[in-house]
């Protein structure tokens, strides 16, 4: 593959973490499924969501596509795309760093839905209860940091966040965005943004044919997230997208924790996947009822939970 086609020089990758150039191969593939076209503005923040890491290793892998040729720094505008991607590097594997950071997510999750985990951990308890390193601790409990999940305390000590824990918080929840998420399809300010449309459903289509393991959980509830926020976005009212974000992230430890089955996350899929044809085809009425049919065939998921103060594993 030429240079300008994205290529990144093995110099560069040698004086870099493999996570970065991990990434820069994945942003390609995104690129080439998206079919983006130059001028194309890569948002860190949704790299970020999407591939469910940071912003410094994000910044790290535009960086190797800069030295690529592929993209370049623009001011006040981040990177843009200077090539069409026609050829990419097949995604490499996640990194066993990578999946073992997930693993102890859902681990994470699991602990603090049962109760095992208090709202208030020292670094030592949570080794202990996790079983696992403090070097790979730190640096999962870095990550959910940057999510706004857990927060570091004076010394060496860390909160927890609010998040939704108990039957009648989901309830509430979903009662809420029943009331907000369809409304938003239906604003007069709604602008469909056909990138993320087309990136999207991309997304989706291909995430549906992966074979399921629990570390997958992780990935489909960032594709959930992004989904949902997304159209919030677009609906141009401010105040509807920051509640959308904030129930992404007192939602996001029930979705690592993934107990309702494959059948659940297809009919997730394709319960999105008809929404955005819905708005693809200017329906938005017809995008709002299938949404709201959505968040309430959600909401029958997540119903069995006990009445009890936290949610069992």
């Known amino acids: 593959m030429s240079r300008s086609a994205g290529a990144i020089d093995p110099s560069d990758v040698s004086a870099t973490s493999r996570l970065r150039a991990d990434l820069a191969s994945r942003i390609l593939n995104l690129l080439k499924d998206q079919k983006a076209e130059p001028g194309h503005r890569l948002v860190e ?5 999407h591939f469910g890491v940071s912003r410094t290793p994000i910044r790290g892998a535009l960086q190797l596509l800069a030295n690529a040729g592929t993209v370049e720094a623009r001011a006040n505008r981040g990177y843009v795309l200077l090539h069409p991607v026609r050829e990419a590097p097949e995604p490499p594997a996640l990194t066993e760093q990578g999946e073992e950071d997930r693993e102890l997510l859902v681990r994470i999750a699991r602990a603090r839905n049962s109760g095992l985990l208090p709202d208030e951990c020292s670094q030592q308890e949570m080794v202990r209860h996790l079983d696992v390193t403090m070097a790979t601790l ?6 959910l940091a940057d999510l706004g999940l857990v927060e ?3 010394g060496k000590g860390w909160i927890f966040l609010p998040a939704i ?3 009648r918080a989901q ?3 979903y009662a809420f965005r029943r009331v907000v998420e369809p409304a938003g399809l239906l604003a007069p300010t709604f602008e469909l943004d056909w990138q993320w449309l087309e990136r999207s459903r991309a997304q989706h289509q291909s995430f549906r044919k992966r074979r399921w393991r629990d570390t997958l959980a992780v990935e489909f509830f960032q594709m959930n997230a992004d989904f ?4 919030a976005r677009c609906s141009g009212n401010r ?3 920051g509640a959308v974000q904030g129930q992404n992230r007192l939602r996001s430890f029930l979705n690592y924790h993934w107990v309702h089955g494959v059948p659940r996350v297809i009919a997730s899929i394709e319960e999105h996947l008809a929404i955005m044809d819905a708005l693809a085809d200017g329906r938005n009425d017809r995008a709002s009822q299938l949404m709201l049919d959505h968040l309430a065939s959600s909401s029958r998921t997540f119903s069995p939970m006990a009445p009890s103060p936290k949610i069992p594993a």
């Open 45 to 49: 923040c949704e790299l970020c969501r």
């Open 138 to 143: 730190l640096r999962v409990l870095r990550q």
């Open 152 to 154: 570091r305390k004076p």
């Open 165 to 167: 824990d108990s039957t």
């Open 171 to 173: 309830e509430e929840s």
């Open 228 to 231: 949902h926020e997304q159209l």
């Open 239 to 241: 105040y509807l997208l």
